[in-house]
Nanobody, 121 residues
């Protein structure tokens, strides 16, 4: 059993900042990569940012220069620092982890429950 628990969403004014956190727990053998996706009403879920266990990062063009993803491997936790937020960043943000589980070493993708981010004045 693997759980991803997100925190840090909320309401912020345009130009403001928020920091999301996601902690993975349970029968985890090793995590390959963690990331954040988002889904706005009426739109498909899209990748926001991802980070591998080696620290390589990937960002959506729409958030480059504004968002920063980081990871604490010892805590199986990923963070998303979001600065200069815009109304178009409003969405439900989902944490994702690609990992191997104990004791089978099966590989799969796991998701958090989502956290709402609303950017509005």
């Amino acid at each position: 059993q693997v759980q991803l628990v997100e925190s840090g969403g909320g309401l912020v004014q345009p130009g403001g900042s928020l920091r999301l956190s996601c902690a993975a727990s349970g029968s985890i053998f090793s995590i390959l990569a963690m990331g954040w996706y988002r889904q706005a009403p009426g739109k498909e879920r899209e990748l926001v940012a991802a980070i591998t266990n080696g620290g390589s990062t990937n960002y959506s063009d729409s958030v480059k220069g504004r968002f920063t993803i980081s990871r604490d491997n010892a805590k199986n936790t990923v963070y998303l620092q979001m600065n200069s937020l815009k109304p178009e960043d409003t969405a439900v943000y989902y944490c994702n982890a690609d990992l191997w589980v104990r004791p089978t070493f099966a590989y799969g993708a796991y998701w958090g429950q989502g956290t709402q981010v609303t950017v509005s004045s």
